[in-house]
Structure formats: C-alpha cells, structure tokens
C-alpha cells in the first residue's frame, strides 16, 4: 500500500474514477500521486459505495480475484510467446530451397514466409498485450477489485437496487492501470516498464484499430516483451517454471504417450537460449548462456525422435568438479558422475553410462 489510505478502507470506498481528465483522481492537491505517498484527505472524492464487503456477494457478483486474473493473463502470455517462437522456427523450412520455377520473376521463399506470418504475428502482439492488461489488473484486484471500476456515472443504474454482476460495469481504461497501480498498489513500477508498457499497448492498438502493418513486431520483440512483462509483474526468474506449467497443463498432458510435451519444452527453451543475448538469458531464465549445456538424464529418456535430443542442461554450480545438472525443461536437479568418455572430450555421464554430452554409452 503505497498510500496511508488503509487496505480495509480501499475495500470500503471508491476513489472516484481513474480517468485523467477528471481532476478528482489523482488526488487533486497532487500532480504526482503516484511518485509519493499521499494521505486519504488527498482524494476530494472518496466515496463510501457500501460498506464492508459482504460475503454473499449481494451488491456485486462474481468480482475478479488476483489468481484468476493472474492465471489468465500468464496463459495469453504464453500463447503470445509460443505463437512468435513456432513463426521464427517456420522460417527454417524454407532456407536454402530455390524460388518457384514455373515463376516469371525469381521468387524469394523467405521474404514471402514473412510477409505471410504477418498477421500471426499481429496476433502475438494482440495476445501480449491482453495478458498484460490482466496481470496488471490483478495488481490492482490484490488491493481491491472495485479499484477496477470506472467511473459512478457509468455504472449501471439498476445497481444501486438489485444485485448486479462485474460483467455489468465498465472498468477503467488500460492506459490508466500503472497509474493506480503506482498510487494504491503493493509496490510501484518503474518509469522504465511504464515505458514498455505504453509501447505494447499502442502498438495493439495500431494493428486492431488501423491494421497497420508497420506496427507488427518481429518474433524477438514479442519474446522479449513477454518475458519482460513477467519479470516485472509475477516475480524475477519466474518464466521457466510458468512455461512449463502451461505446457503440462491438461487435457494433452493427459494423452501425452510419446512425450510430445518434453519435445516441445526442450525446442522451446532450446530457442529461448539461442535467440536471447547473455544479459537476458540471465536476467530472464536465471542461468548462463555462456555455460557448457548437456542432455538432461531423465528428458533423453522419453520417446523423443534423434533431432530432439536437445542439450538444454548446465552444470550447477558451474565448477569442473560439480556433480548436479539442472535441466531448465524439466526443472529438475539430476546427479551426474564424472567419468571421461571414449568418443568425446565430455566427462559428464549418467547413471545408466550415458555420456550427456554426446550421447553414446560409456563401455
Ligand atoms: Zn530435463
Ligand atoms: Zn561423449
């Protein structure tokens, strides 16, 4: 609670509307609320809308809670990032295979690969900018759902004499979420991320409004805003373990026989760690790219086609004696033995004598 306004107080009154142009929010005496810690008096219009919440639900049902919103923007999150990385991987396809022959003029494959993922791409950046809306949303719904609210003089007459449902009230427009975040919220954004955010909005808002193409990001930008957006508003490090939770998530889990699901979790962090420089690599997935990678001892173990034996695993602590992998595609720790191998210079080896750097068993 960044304002001395008390969490219980926030639950129990309005703070007016959220929009600029009405003077009343931001509190009036206040050009930067947002930057400081201001008082309940400051807010000309604080409204008691109702009392203490009630537990039936009886003024407005079904309120958004911060896990539903949080776990629904993850997912669009997701989509977002997996939809740019299968489009940077499409491009290989078509590398190194001559233009049409039947064709007048030489035809370029690539060239017309991405014109032809333009709109999946518009796309991805449709579905960034939705979760983003919703994990700031549940910033905002860890204080208090009803700080979601627009304006009184939108909210739906009938309200005020039967009960009505969230779906019946405007919410405040998404331009002005880090503003009450900044004010009411846990703990404040940076001017930077404010930055990051404006950009992602707008540029939604350029291609759903206008179809403009010019606006259409290219693959590494959707996977860098996702990855920025969650290391900003779930927690540091925290992609890893969120992606594999959506890949594992049912109903394909459930029917996954030939281990589809590790496949795709090592192709998807085998990109990510290619793609991205060291510094985000880093900052965003928690290890070094710079580290020696190895094939994990339990994922080389499933059903997976030769080419999907990936090396996503690093030595951790990275020292020369170190006896412990961690996989980032299955996030586990595994114990390795450290044994030279005939046919590499690796000396990494499981415990059935797979050597885990080039996979052929140790005699
Ligand atoms: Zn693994
Ligand atoms: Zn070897």
Not at 83 to 97: K, M, P, R, T
Not at 223 to 246: F, K, Y
Not at 269 to 275: E, G, K, V
Not at 346 to 360: F, H, P
């Given at each position: 609670?960044?304002?001395?306004?008390?969490?219980?107080?926030?639950?129990?009154?309005?703070?007016?509307?959220?929009?600029?142009?009405?003077?009343?929010?931001?509190?009036?005496?206040?050009?930067?609320?947002?930057?400081?810690?201001?008082?309940?008096?400051?807010?000309?219009?604080?409204?008691?809308?109702?009392?203490?919440?009630?537990?039936?639900?009886?003024?407005?049902?079904?309120?958004?809670?911060?896990?539903?919103?949080?776990?629904?923007?993850?997912?669009?999150?997701?989509?977002?990032?997996?939809?740019?990385?299968?489009?940077?991987?499409?491009?290989?396809?078509?590398?190194?295979?001559?233009?049409?022959?039947?064709?007048?003029?030489?035809?370029?494959?690539?060239?017309?690969?991405?014109?032809?993922?333009?709109?999946?791409?518009?796309?991805?950046?449709s579905l960034l900018q939705m979760g983003t809306e919703l994990?700031?949303?549940?910033?905002?719904?860890?204080?208090?759902?009803?700080?979601?609210?627009?304006?009184?003089?939108?909210?739906?007459?009938?309200?005020?004499?039967?009960?009505?449902?969230?779906?019946?009230?405007?919410?405040?427009?998404?331009?002005?979420?880090?503003?009450?975040?900044?004010?009411?919220?846990?703990?404040?954004?940076?001017?930077?991320?404010?930055?990051?955010?404006?950009?992602?909005?707008?540029?939604?808002?350029?291609?759903?409004?206008?179809?403009?193409?010019?606006?259409?990001?290219?693959?590494?930008?959707?996977?860098?805003?996702?990855?920025?957006?969650a290391h900003n508003l779930i927690g540091t490090h925290c992609w890893p373990?969120?992606?594999?939770?959506?890949?594992?998530?049912?109903?394909?889990?459930?029917?996954?026989?030939?281990?589809?699901?590790?496949?795709?979790?090592?192709?998807?962090?085998?990109?990510?760690?290619?793609?991205?420089?060291?510094?985000?690599?880093?900052?965003?997935?928690?290890?070094?790219?710079?580290?020696?990678?190895?094939?994990?001892?339990?994922?080389?173990?499933?059903?997976?086609?030769?080419?999907?034996?990936?090396?996503?695993?690093?030595?951790?602590?990275?020292?020369?004696?170190?006896?412990?992998?961690?996989?980032?595609?299955?996030?586990?720790?595994?114990?390795?033995?450290?044994?030279?191998?005939?046919?590499?210079?690796?000396?990494?080896?499981?415990?059935?004598?797979?050597?885990?750097?080039?996979?052929?068993?140790?005699?």
């Amino acid at each position: 609670m960044l304002s001395t306004v008390p969490p219980l107080a926030v639950s129990l009154y309005g703070l007016g509307n959220g929009r600029s142009r009405d003077a009343r929010w931001p509190p009036h005496r206040l050009r930067e609320p947002a930057e400081r810690g201001c008082q309940r008096g400051d807010f000309r219009r604080l409204i008691r809308v109702g009392g203490p919440p009630r537990s039936d639900n009886a003024v407005i049902g079904d309120p958004p809670t911060k896990p539903d919103l949080e776990a629904a923007g993850v997912e669009y999150l997701y989509m977002a990032l997996n939809e740019a990385i299968s489009v940077a991987q499409g491009e290989e396809f078509f590398i190194g295979i001559p233009g049409d022959p039947e064709a007048e003029e030489e035809v370029d494959l690539v060239k017309e690969y991405w014109v032809s993922t333009r709109r999946q791409l518009a796309k991805s950046a449709s579905l960034l900018q939705m979760g983003t809306e919703l994990l700031l949303k549940s910033r905002v719904a860890e204080v208090s759902p009803y700080l979601l609210l627009d304006s009184v003089s939108s909210w739906p007459k009938a309200a005020s004499k039967a009960d009505c449902n969230w779906d019946d009230f405007r919410t405040i427009d998404a331009r002005l979420l880090p503003q009450v975040i900044n004010t009411v919220g846990q703990s404040r954004l940076a001017d930077e991320f404010i930055a990051t955010l404006d950009r992602i909005r707008k540029r939604r808002n350029a291609i759903v409004h206008s179809a403009s193409e010019k606006a259409v990001p290219t693959c590494e930008e959707i996977v860098h805003d996702v990855l920025e957006v969650a290391h900003n508003l779930i927690g540091t490090h925290c992609w890893p373990a969120l992606h594999r939770a959506q890949a594992w998530a049912p109903p394909f889990s459930r029917v996954d026989y030939h281990d589809q699901i590790t496949v795709e979790l090592l192709d998807d962090f085998s990109f990510l760690l290619d793609s991205l420089r060291p510094a985000d690599v880093r900052k965003y997935l928690g290890i070094s790219k710079k580290q020696r990678r190895y094939l994990c001892p339990s994922c080389r173990l499933g059903d997976l086609p030769a080419e999907a034996r990936i090396k996503v695993a690093v030595l951790q602590p990275n020292r020369a004696s170190s006896t412990t992998l961690f996989c980032i595609a299955c996030g586990d720790l595994h114990s390795i033995r450290r044994k030279q191998c005939a046919d590499c210079p690796g000396n990494v080896v499981d415990d059935d004598g797979c050597c885990l750097s080039c996979a052929e068993y140790l005699s």
